[in-house]
């Protein structure tokens, strides 16, 4: 039937599985003679980057991944799983589908949800959550026009049908991004402490099970064209994107929840990229056990498939299970009850071989851990790019300041990156479960956890433009962004997942972005003492304009012991004081104002100093325990006007503020890195500069002193500027103008352009 | 005591909502029953979550009308007894013919989740007796396919009959096709058959049962319910 173990390894078809000659080389010595097609195609989608983060892994062993709460840490097993107490423990993680999502958006998109939800539930968690870290192209192209609805329907279809909330997100638009849009998705699941599950093989003789979708052709190969960059010729690889079905995998996610609550199984190990061949190897590897498995057995929609398509195939809804022997009954009624397939593939071996026949004939022998721990490891040239200079080249100067600041405030809010983002997560279904206690349009989105007082809360965040202009600052910012929305909900953040996008790494300028920005993660981490517990590196995100902006995207999780301490980021009540904490600098560079107003993606970015950063959170927390906030909102792009306009569109409620005291930050002269210097703050930095660590709250008048003496005590400036109230948003001199005018912008910018 | 039953279709995926909100906020005595049952117990209410009941391949609902649960819930409601159709619950009551019309896709062809207000048509039924009629209620939708239709004579014998329940409107109670969702006929949200004990609605009323979540105007929907049995 077959002809793989016959076909000829010939330089070419080595090649064509992007498997250079020494690695060939090493796969020769490993096996101690050549191997077969279905092992060298074994080989190829295991090494890839995508599984074997070749190129980058000596960067990631650099994040801090140690904490107290850590019950599996990074790199353990599919997702990392962090206590919250009480016998409960979260497990999260956010992955790209970005190249799939490129070609077909909505299939991308679906099985880039689906993939993330079989990581969190193969661990025996029930997943609570979903949100999402989008990059699109300028919005004025038909390509933007046709991958941004596709891929919000591809995520809404998905979490939708298996009524999985999508609570929160972000999405930017610029043109970094044309024909290579980021599709992150990230979830989060809720496991008792006795239930979790290792992805190990382990206890010969076990047997090894097949669950879920039958297995066809598609997504052949899907981990090796996530490996290269995007071409015009792309779209030949079509039959590389999967097709996701969310029944499905829901049908699929209870019978697995239903199975960890009995004791029957091992281990369970979820089949995304590399299928059949990533599942086997990884379960026998963690297991330092053997594994055998006979193709003839795997449940099948399309006849005459070899070996080698069997093995590489990424059909979606499947999981491999290794079941505890003489239990076998447990798991097939469960699946029955379920109408899915389970069907015994295989059996745990003695020794640490894994071995795939078909039939009688044996296709396929390696050691399992020549696959999954012995790939190849790169340290890549890196070389300080040469557009940096240029870029962050920015003469002040010549930077006019506007006439009229209101009509700047409303083009900003009209910028698809910063207006509202309704249009999308209305979209999706981001109240099933009833847990959602902050709808999308928090700075965090927030959930209960029923039957405890706990609230979880969670940001996604990276601003890529710091990152082009300054990746180590760029990098630092965005866990820095991420831990502070977290904060200003308050919630205490306790760990961070991370989906790296960047270019193509054998580019030395590429590389030495991926560097830098992973130092200035790590650097934050380990101020926040929020380690990351797991994440995804995807490469090669190129078009053929060039790579896309470094977009290293945080996926913030914090803890709220009491989620009745919540704090909204939006206004609450007339009268009550408004108080901006933190300095404001000329910060314009590389600021949202500067590239929609000015047309200039250039500068030097804000600067960010991690322990004022760490005071301003630990102050908002002590300020969130103590109830002293009415709300609490981060300046993030647009700078402060649009960070009070939109603490002034409350989702069901709109208030007014009158700002009138701007002028004691433009007369502070308080600049951190002003001492000594006359510090002049220009008027657009004023109300558009992007300077860090700051944030808008709202108080009762009787909170007052209380604040202040807490603002002493962590040593952050805190300037009373105004009070809630009014119809309009009034600021200093400048800004006048009603709330119904700004929401009327700010809510139609992206269905406005839709429409046409 | 009053007793419960919520159906659970592969797809389901508001079950465990409507149980929480059944059991943990309303102290009713719920359980789950599967839809391989022949038979339901003795309960006084039978409830159809939400979700995409068999994917909802084909059309929303059109599977899981022939899950042998089906004949036993129309069973109960021959009897007088109370059956709650919420989203896919809707669409699999009508698919089953216990209440008239069809659903379409949603006018925007969009998937829509959000807060929406309705008007209340029809009170003195099982599922508003503790509402005022026009009373307004804020709950929200999630659905692709709430578009409600029925021919004219239906239509007619929906209105005359006072099988409304609710209408989608403003704030303040005014109808047009901004405050419609869907573009459902008539701007119908939800609808009661004959007798007056089989309830569909698009809406979910088990959404906004908590403080918690933004309102309890649902709260009114199942006090009326519980209002009926207890009497």
């Known amino acids: 039937m077959t002809t793989d173990t016959q076909t000829k390894i010939t330089p070419e078809l080595i090649a064509a599985h992007g498997i250079t000659p020494a690695e060939y080389e090493s796969i020769v010595k490993k096996l101690g003679r050549e191997p077969n097609l279905t092992e060298l195609g074994m080989f190829s989608v295991m090494w890839s980057e995508h599984c074997s983060y070749k190129n980058s892994k000596p960067i990631l062993k650099k994040f801090p991944t140690e904490g107290e709460r850590l019950m599996v840490k990074a790199g353990e097993e599919n997702a990392g799983i962090v206590d919250i107490g009480d016998g409960l423990a979260i497990c999260f993680k956010i992955e790209s589908h970005n190249h799939p999502s490129a070609i077909e958006p909505f299939q991308g998109a679906t ?431 190129e078009s053929p304009r060039g790579a896309i902006f470094p977009t290293p995207t945080i996926g913030m999780v914090g803890i709220m012991e009491d989620i009745d301490l919540r704090v909204p980021s939006h206004f609450q009540a007339d009268g009550d004081l408004i108080f901006i904490l933190g300095h404001t600098l000329n910060e314009i560079g590389g600021s949202h104002y500067l590239m929609i107003e000015h047309a200039l993606k250039k500068g030097v970015p804000p600067m960010l100093d991690l322990e004022r950063e760490k005071a301003l959170q630990d102050l908002i927390l002590s300020l969130a325990q103590n109830r002293m906030l009415a709300s609490c909102h981060d300046t993030a792009e647009g700078g402060l006007a649009v960070a009070f306009a939109e603490a002034c569109m409350g989702l069901n409620q709109s208030h007014g503020a009158v700002v009138d005291q701007m002028n004691l930050i433009l007369n502070s002269k308080l600049g951190p890195y002003a001492e000594g210097k006359n510090y002049s703050l220009r008027k657009d930095a004023l109300y558009f500069g992007e300077t860090q660590s700051r944030v808008i709250i709202s108080l009762k008048p009787e909170n007052k002193e209380f604040i202040i003496h807490e603002c002493q005590k962590f040593n952050t400036p805190v300037y009373q500027v105004g009070k809630v109230g009014g119809d309009s948003l009034i600021l200093g001199d400048d800004i006048n103008v009603p709330v119904t005018e700004l929401k009327n912008v700010f809510e139609n910018a992206i269905p406005r352009r839709m429409k046409k | 005591m009053i007793k419960a039953a919520v159906v659970v279709f592969p797809g389901s995926n508001c079950d465990t909502d409507c149980l929480h909100v059944l059991k943990d906020v309303l102290k009713v005595q719920a359980q789950f029953v599967w839809h391989k049952e022949g038979s339901l117990p003795e309960v006084d209410l039978v409830v159809l979550p939400g979700g995409f009941s068999y994917g909802d391949y084909l059309r929303t609902g059109a599977i899981a009308r022939f899950s042998p649960v089906m004949e036993a819930v129309r069973q109960h409601a021959a009897k007088g007894r109370l059956v709650f159709g919420i989203c896919n619950g809707f669409q699999v009551l009508l698919e089953a013919g216990l209440l008239p019309g069809a659903m379409l896709r949603n006018q925007s062809l969009n998937f829509v989740c959000k807060q929406v207000w309705l008007k209340t048509d029809t009170v003195d039924t099982p599922f508003t007796r503790n509402l005022k009629k026009d009373e307004i209620l804020s709950i929200p939708v999630a659905h692709g396919e709430g578009n409600y239709y029925c021919d004219d004579e239906t239509l007619k014998a929906l209105q005359d009959g006072g099988q409304i329940a609710f209408r989608y409107s403003s704030a303040t109670g005014e109808f047009g096709d901004e405050f419609n969702p869907n573009g459902s006929r008539d701007h119908i949200a939800g609808i009661m058959n004959e007798k007056k004990n089989i309830l569909g609605m698009m809406p979910h009323p088990e959404r906004a049962s908590e403080g918690i979540l933004e309102g309890t105007d649902g709260l009114k929907i199942w006090n009326s319910l519980l209002g009926t049995v207890k009497n």
């Open chain 1, 111 to 541: 099985t880039g949800v689906g993939g993330i939800l079989r990581d969190i539930f193969t661990m025996g968690a029930r997943p609570v959550f979903l949100m999402n870290s989008l990059r699109f192209g300028k919005f004025e192209t038909d390509q933007t026009r046709h991958l941004f609805p596709g891929v919000v329907a591809g995520i809404g279809h998905y979490g939708n049908c298996m009524g999985i909330p999508t609570i929160g997100g972000e999405v930017y638009f610029d043109d970094c991004y044309d024909g290579n849009p980021l599709v992150n998705a990230m979830c989060l699941g809720i496991v008792s402490h006795e239930t979790i599950v290792k992805g190990s093989a382990k206890g010969t003789g076990n047997p090894v099970y097949y669950v879920g979708a039958a297995t066809g052709r598609d997504g052949l190969g899907g981990a090796a064209f996530a490996s290269k960059d995007l071409s015009e010729e792309s779209h030949e690889d079509r039959p590389a994107v999967q097709v996701g079905d969310p029944f499905m995998e829901k049908l699929l996610m209870e019978a697995c929840l239903e199975l960890v609550k009995t004791d029957a199984i091992v281990g369970m190990q979820d089949m995304g990229a590399a299928g059949l061949t990533c599942s086997t190897s990884e379960t026998a590897a963690r297991g330092n056990s053997g594994i055998r498995i006979d193709l003839t057995k795997v449940p099948m929609r399309e006849t005459g498939m070899t070996p080698y398509e069997t093995m590489l195939s990424e059909s979606q809804e499947r999981m491999l299970i290794i079941v505890k022997k003489g239990k076998e009954k447990i798991v097939e009624d469960i699946f029955e009850k379920w109408d899915l397939h389970a069907v015994m593939i295989g059996t745990v071996e003695e020794g640490t071989r894994m071995q795939v026949f078909e039939g009688p004939e044996k296709v396929a022998d390696v050691p399992a851990k020549a696959l999954v721990d012995e790939g190849p490891v790169y340290i890549r040239e890196e070389k300080k790019p040469e557009y940096l200079d240029q870029a962050r080249k920015l003469d002040l100067s010549k930077v006019k300041e506007p006439a009229d600041y209101a009509a700047v405030l409303k083009k900003l809010l009209d910028h698809p990156t910063i207006a509202s983002k309704a249009w999308i997560w209305q979209q999706y279904d981001h109240m099933v479960r009833t847990d959602t206690v902050f709808y999308p349009g928090h700075d965090a989105a927030l959930i209960r956890v029923k039957d405890t007082k706990r609230g979880i809360a969670a940001s996604t965040d990276c601003n890529s433009l710091y990152c082009y202009l300054d990746p180590f600052e760029g990098g630092k910012i965005a866990v820095a962004e991420a831990a502070r929305n977290v904060v200003c909900s308050g919630a205490k953040p306790v760990g961070l997942t991370n989906c790296l996008n960047f270019g193509n790494p054998m580019k030395p300028e590429v590389f030495w972005q991926f560097h830098q920005a992973a130092n200035g993660m790590s650097e934050a981490c380990r101020v926040f003492k929020t380690p990351v517990t797991g994440g995804n590196v995807s490469f090669y995100n």
